[in-house]
């Protein structure tokens, strides 16, 4: 079966609701905060979890950009920053 997540993000909303998915969000940014400390204070060999909580993010990160309507922005803003950051390395490595 073919997922659109485009879709699914909105019927997410749609079904559960926006407050309750918004929570969400900052559960799951908590779950893969918790995964990179116990990775890289505690060296733990956790690379499943991370790998599930980078999964769970992304998703709540599809609803979040749905719900206030912002994928276009968000898409806009990164693509400046990405950017910046090349520059910002550019530099740094002339500097070396
Ligand atoms: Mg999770």
Known sequence: MEVNPDELYHRTLRVWGKEPQML????????LTKEILKNVNRKKDNIK??????ADVEIMLGQLKV???????????KADKLKTI???LDDWEKKK
């Open 24 to 31: 969400q969000v900052i559960e799951e940014m908590s779950e």
């Open 49 to 54: 979890e991370l790998i599930e909580e980078t």
């Open 67 to 77: 719900c206030y309507d912002i994928e276009k922005q968000v898409e806009s803003y």
């Open 86 to 88: 090349q520059q910002r």
